[in-house]
């Protein structure tokens, strides 16, 4: 709905309430899906978990082999992981909440090491400003008390050490920060995934059948005479 506006400005104001909607709308219905394919839906679980079935976590290679597969999809609006199996249905119901505390262990965990970073960063910087300072002052002082003044080598040497000092606490701070909070937010967005389990055995007992038919008419009926040996 676009209200009326006097003058010229109604239609470059229709028109871009038309294009935000547009924009909206279609970013929104972005989605993508991952299909993964097991044997047994046991396989999705850590085997070495001895914990029960409602609480247990996510295998390494399957959560790395998710973690890839939506990497590349990090555009969509809407996450969706569709796992197919043949066996192990009974544990179709405990693949979401284990993907969740996974990946929401693992947001976490993250998230301690950032603000760990920025820590030390802070630290760092700290000193790194005393290192600057009083290479600067020493450089000020000798520049005064020494009567012929300082020689190219200590005059330089002082301040690419102040500005060595400051160099990698900023570079931690400016940049070092932005790949951890990518990787949480990747964990976050994974945590919050759809997960859909479709297990396939009935379809699989289905060509099983059709195809046992298949070769039974093409036998015929049993202990129908052999048209070769009749022959």
């Given amino acids: 709905m676009c209200r009326r506006l006097p003058g010229c400005l109604q239609p470059k104001v229709c028109a871009l309430s038309a294009f935000n909607k547009h924009h909206s709308a279609a970013h929104a219905a972005s989605a993508a899906t991952v299909n993964v394919r097991v044997r047994n839906l046991a396989q999705m679980f850590n085997s070495l978990d001895a914990s029960p079935f409602w609480d247990r976590d996510l295998d390494v290679h399957a959560a790395d082999f998710i973690e ?115 990787q949480r937010r990747m964990y976050q967005r994974l945590a919050a995934i759809k997960v859909t389990v479709r297990m396939e055995h009935a379809h699989s007992d289905a060509v099983n059948v059709a195809a046992r038919r298949q070769d039974a008419g093409a036998a015929g009926p049993l202990g129908a005479p052999d048209a070769s040996r009749r022959a």
């Fill in 68 to 182: 890839e597969e939506f990497r590349e999809n990090r555009a969509a609006a809407q996450w969706h992981l569709h796992v197919h199996a043949s066996e192990g249905e009974d544990l179709a119901a405990d693949l979401q909440p284990a993907l969740e505390h996974y990946y929401t262990r693992m947001a976490h965990s993250t998230a301690l090491r950032l603000r760990d970073q920025l820590r030390l960063g802070q630290l760092a910087l700290l000193g790194g400003l005393a290192i600057f300072l009083f290479s600067m002052s020493a450089r000020g002082i000798l520049t005064h008390v020494v009567a012929h003044g300082l020689s190219r080598l200590l005059d330089e040497g002082l301040i690419i050490l102040a500005w060595l000092a400051l160099w990698r606490p900023v570079e931690t701070l400016v940049y070092g920060w932005v790949p951890l909070y990518r």
